[in-house]
């Protein structure tokens, strides 16, 4: 049986079988492959008595818990479609997000004593049950393995730039990522994963799936923070991780005092990061760092490889996978020459089904919203977003391009540039900066038109769940702040 047809459920079932009394899923307290498949079959069999199998639609919220992954494997083996949530976003408000509404039919919470929490959202009357997957009763008979190929979960986007969009993943999508970045990861069975990325972005749910497909283990930790989430690197002998670069940079600034020789690798995607920043991270953490790129709609895209030097991967984002259909495309829908900037369309065994209500052709490819460039080794460079781009007096200015010249100066630690209103030239830019003392004097090699007309110095900039800057928040923010 190939690659794509394997769903999650029967890759447990291959592993329990295997290596039964592996550590799988834990922190403090682990559970084992063979634990890990019973609590799953036993809560599959508990959904599908109540209704919460066969494509039923159910909300889940994505704490970062053990007993949580295991209720999402339960989900998709009962073969529920599952609307992965921001535990910290009310359910009603979450759901509202899409132009087609969703029939949601129950919405399950895991509560702080490890018991769930089901809502039942179309139920006449509602209600609300209890469930301890500890005591959910037996398996029965009659049990069928889902499709990998059906629509297993949907993903909202972090809606950074504006309303997030309900993305419809199969559990084939999720496969073909981790199967395709097996070979530049330094993947290993023995690998310890720190689960800090929420799993209802799609950066964080592809590392916990690995655990499922790469068969290594999961570390999870309710430590938000950095100081706890170093001290869970140190005691629990974490090996790899996934995060953005903010994340990286703030653990390398605070890891003194820690033991993290464990740490080995890990991937780094979501926002720019210098070259700069990029060396002292690894330089501090000990660790070799990837960066990769993807999207909810697709989310294997580009990506680096452990096994290239350091001035190679910090180069750009990678090269395209080799399943990856793609093109660099011009304004006027023509393919754009190698180094020549463009429109990032892809094509792939990751890509979505498309949105919640919208279907999309599966020859058809995903416009990625971001332009880039490709150079002649074949790396992919990201240039910034479209709908990013700002016009002032009729010129098109690149904010990513006026960030990366903020990040250039000395004593610039983060930086985010955005587009807003000016009543005589259209839009101007406006930066929000972190920055040392004596940084805050600013003189970067821009042209006048690209230079910000406003900075707001922070000691942290905003951000999404995702851990991405929350443009919308800041474009309100500088807004504000000029109009005061």
């Not at 809560?43 to 039923?56: C, I, M, Q, S, V």
């Not at 690798?265 to 002292?280: D, L, M, R």
């Not at 393919?335 to 919640?356: D, H, K, Q, T």
């Amino acid at each position: 049986m190939g690659d794509a047809e394997k769903g999650l459920l029967q890759r447990l079932r291959e592993r329990a079988e295997q290596e039964p009394g592996k550590r799988l899923f834990g922190g403090d307290e682990w559970l084992n492959t063979a634990q890990v498949l019973a609590l799953t079959e036993q809560a599959a069999a508990y959904f599908r008595r109540e209704g919460l199998g066969g494509g039923a639609y159910v909300a889940l919220a994505c704490s970062n818990r053990a007993l949580t992954a295991i209720a999402l494997l339960a989900l998709r083996a009962a073969g529920a479609v599952v609307v992965l949530l921001d535990p910290r976003q009310p359910v009603q408000e979450a759901l509202a997000h899409t132009e087609t509404p969703i029939p949601v039919e129950a919405y399950i919470a895991q509560a702080e004593d490890g018991t769930f929490r089901i809502d039942w959202l179309l139920r006449p009357g509602g209600g609300q049950t209890v469930l301890d997957l500890h005591k959910t009763g037996p398996v029965g008979e009659g049990s069928v393995l889902p499709s990998a190929h059906e629509p297993a979960f949907i993903i909202f986007t972090s809606g950074s730039t504006g309303k997030s969009k309900a993305v419809v993943l199969t559990e084939a999508n999720l496969i073909s990522n981790l199967v395709d970045a097996e070979p530049f990861g330094d993947y290993r069975q023995d690998d310890i994963a720190l689960i800090s990325l929420p799993f209802h972005h799609v950066f964080g749910m592809v590392l916990l799936l690995g655990t499922v497909i790469l068969g290594y283990s999961a570390c999870f930790t309710p430590r938000a923070d950095v100081p706890g989430l170093l001290a869970t690197i140190q005691e629990q002998r974490i090996t790899r991780m996934n995060g953005v670069p903010s994340l990286y940079l703030a653990m390398a600034e605070r890891c003194g005092g820690y033991d993290l020789s464990s740490l080995r690798v890990g991937f780094v995607g979501g926002s720019p990061i210098t070259p700069e920043q990029y060396a002292f991270a690894e330089a501090r953490l000990g660790m070799t760092l990837i960066q990769a790129y993807g999207m909810s709609e697709c989310a294997s895209i580009s990506i680096g490889s452990s096994l290239d030097p350091q001035e190679l991967r910090l180069r750009g984002n990678g090269r395209f996978y080799p399943r990856t259909t793609w093109m660099i495309r011009r304004a006027d829908g023509s393919a754009a020459a190698p180094g020549e900037e463009g429109e990032i369309l892809v094509n792939s065994p990751a890509r979505m089904l498309g949105y919640y209500g919208s279907p999309m052709p599966q020859e058809e490819m995903i416009r990625t919203g971001d332009l880039g460039y490709v150079d002649g080794d074949g790396i992919l460079h990201l240039t910034g977003r479209i709908k990013d781009i700002l016009i002032r007096n009729g010129n098109n200015l690149s904010p990513a391009r006026i960030e990366q010249a903020l990040l250039a100066l000395p004593g610039v630690r983060d930086a985010v540039v955005v587009g807003i209103a000016d009543d005589r030239q259209g839009e101007v830019p406006a930066a929000m900066v972190v920055a040392d003392g004596e940084a805050r004097t600013l003189t970067p090699d821009l042209a006048k038109n690209e230079c910000p007309v406003l900075y707001a110095f922070v000691s942290r900039i905003p951000l999404t769940a995702s851990g991405k800057p929350d443009r919308v928040l800041i474009r309100d923010m500088l807004s504000a702040r000029r109009r005061g």
